[in-house]
């Protein structure tokens, strides 16, 4: 037999990752305090604080883990068998690892299978019953089904009157299944006591039956004792259902009978928990509905958080709720950011002043001009010959005044000054009409719009705009602030303005005007702001685009990132509102 735990203690310490040292204890066949049987590595000195752990889980007879000078030990009694009798403990060298965490469930399950393999012929048999209830379990699809069967299987195994499975729902256990029964009363008597039972094995984190044998350890049986004074039951034992280090469910068992249940047919039980319960557990999480999983998440979730394990998980919460505490505190300025776009404060409109054909075009946008300068021409060869022509008839008259002056004919004197004055009038509209075919520049600045050169003797109508002008000084700047934020836009509220085209040279505004229309694009709401810029640059220039913030006053930081969110599931929420 030692040869065997020798082996089964080697494979368990090579299997659990972090062990330093393992250790097994067995009570010898004449009785008495049990010994050294296996040490791992084989030829290491004996460590005294791992054989005092042992030593204290054989005396309580229950699961012992500590950890001192940066090393986590932990100690497993083994089964209670004809064969085997003893404890197993191992020393982990980082207590606060992952290892350490999932190697109490790892040593349990292990040392039931070698209670198995110790107890020979009633192991094998033992195990092919374990066996049978796990395919049971895995017959069915769905968790009630499954638990159902395998409370059944049981009953009819163990000759039992009654079997029911629980599991933990908000703290406390809950009958799920009853042997030969698919439906039940959740809110009988029966079931409720049934589940104080499951939770006094719970509480205890051991099996606890009634009547209790003589050699058992004494346990506290009052909700057990009560179900069998109760309901006529003659015996009852509960076993519980851990994983992950905490118990997750239970299993009842009862029969008509006054006597202790055996020793044997508690390690098929408490087998049959270990294995067979986790299935189950596996089960009821899958077949939960949503708030449930949730539910179950949160609880998990909160036991990690408040429970003695679990370090890291900690200090992630502490900085979540740090960050929390600091955004919800701190208050920093609150900008509203809008697009903007440069313009002129004076932009002039150069239109054509006759109908007429593009002759010259000197000018573009985005070409500097001086006032006075000529940005293109319309063609005059029709006005130039007309003046011509008006220019000799001018003369003519003229020279039939004189005559007429000479010869003292009053009559033809008064006609012929009369027709020289309509020549005079009609030569003057045709010299104003010259000097509208120059398009001049009315001012210095810059052409912000008008490009002639792709349209030369193109025709144009009177009043046709050719060029638009704005000065190089003097511009306003057109914000486009969302509807959502015009609230909190004030007259004289002072920003910033980054232009596109110069990023990283914010230029101060003040808000000049707001006006009250909103204006469609891109299927949201703005409102024209107008702003005037407190200094410039001397690259700026009209039509240049960029982003306004400005400071509306100081706000917390979680409410800055998050208003707008919560103001749209206000408005949604209100829409639904009877």
Request: proline share 4%; net charge neutral.
């Amino acid at each position: 037999m030692e040869g065997v735990v020798r082996a089964w203690l080697a494979q368990q310490c090579e299997m659990i990752p972090g062990v330093a040292r393992g250790l097994v204890l067995l009570r010898p066949a004449e009785g008495g305090f049990p010994v050294q049987a296996a040490r791992w590595p084989e030829g290491e000195r004996e460590a005294p604080d791992l054989a005092a752990t042992a030593r204290t889980a054989v005396v309580q007879r229950r699961v012992i883990v500590n950890g001192a000078n940066g090393h986590g030990r932990i100690a497993v009694p083994l089964p209670v068998t004809p064969g085997l009798s003893g404890v197993v403990a191992l020393e982990i060298a980082d207590p606060s690892g992952p290892e350490f965490r999932g190697a109490v469930d790892r040593l349990r399950s292990a040392a039931a299978w070698l209670g198995v393999l110790a107890r020979g012929d009633a192991a094998k048999d033992r195990l092919l019953k374990v066996t049978e209830l796990i395919g049971t379990s895995l017959e069915h699809d769905s968790f009630r089904g499954a638990a159902t069967a395998v409370a059944t299987e049981l009953a009819t195994q163990l000759l039992c009157d009654r079997v029911c499975i629980g599991f933990v729902q908000r703290g406390q256990m809950v009958v799920e299944a009853l042997s030969h029964s698919a439906t039940f009363d959740e809110r009988s008597n029966l079931i409720r006591d049934l589940g104080l039972a499951m939770d006094e094995a719970a509480d205890q984190d051991a099996t606890v039956a009634h009547p209790s044998s003589s050699d058992a350890l004494p346990r506290v049986e009052r909700a057990h004792e009560h179900v069998a004074r109760t309901y006529g039951s003659g015996s009852i034992w509960t076993v519980p259902v851990a994983r992950g280090g905490r118990v997750i469910g239970a299993f009842s068992f009862e029969r008509g009978q006054i006597q202790a249940v055996d020793a044997e047919t508690v390690q098929l039980c408490e087998d049959t928990a270990a294995l067979v319960g986790p299935i189950l557990e596996l089960k009821r999480a899958a077949d939960a509905r949503l708030l449930e999983r949730w539910r179950e998440s949160i609880r998990t979730l909160l036991s990690h958080l408040f429970g003695p394990e679990h370090p890291s998980l900690k200090l992630i919460a502490i900085a979540v709720v740090g960050l929390f505490l600091v955004l919800a505190f701190a208050r920093t300025d609150y900008r509203i950011a809008a697009d903007a776009t440069l313009e002129g404060r004076v932009q002039r409109a150069v239109v054509a002043g006759l109908e007429g054909y593009i002759a010259e075009a000197n000018s573009r946008a985005g070409d500097l001009v001086r006032k006075g300068q000529i940005l293109g021409r319309l063609d005059a060869r029709d006005l130039v010959l007309e003046q011509k022509k008006l220019l000799a008839y001018r003369e003519q008259l003229r020279k039939e005044y004189r005559e007429a002056l000479a010869g003292h004919d009053r009559t033809q004197l008064n006609i012929r000054s009369a027709k020289l004055a309509q020549a005079e009038a009609e030569l003057e509209l045709i010299s104003e009409n010259l000097s509208r075919t120059r398009l001049i520049a009315p001012f210095d600045g810059i052409v912000v719009k008008g490009d002639l050169s792709q349209s030369l003797g193109s025709p144009v109508e009177k009043g046709t705009v050719l060029f638009e002008v704005a000065p190089l000084e003097g511009y306003r700047i057109i914000l486009k602030v969302d509807e959502r934020q015009i609230a909190d836009m004030t007259r004289g509220a002072r920003g910033e303005l980054a232009l596109t085209a110069l990023p990283g040279h914010p230029l101060p505004l003040t808000v000049a005007r707001i006006t009250p229309v909103a204006v469609a694009e891109e299927g949201r709401n703005y409102f024209r702001v107008e702003a005037s810029l407190d200094e410039g640059a001397d690259s700026m220039r009209p039509g240049m685009e960029g982003v306004a913030k400005i400071r509306v006053g100081r706000r917390p930081l979680i409410w800055i990132w998050t208003h707008e969110t919560v103001d749209w599931l206000r408005l949604w929420a209100w829409s639904f509102w009877p």
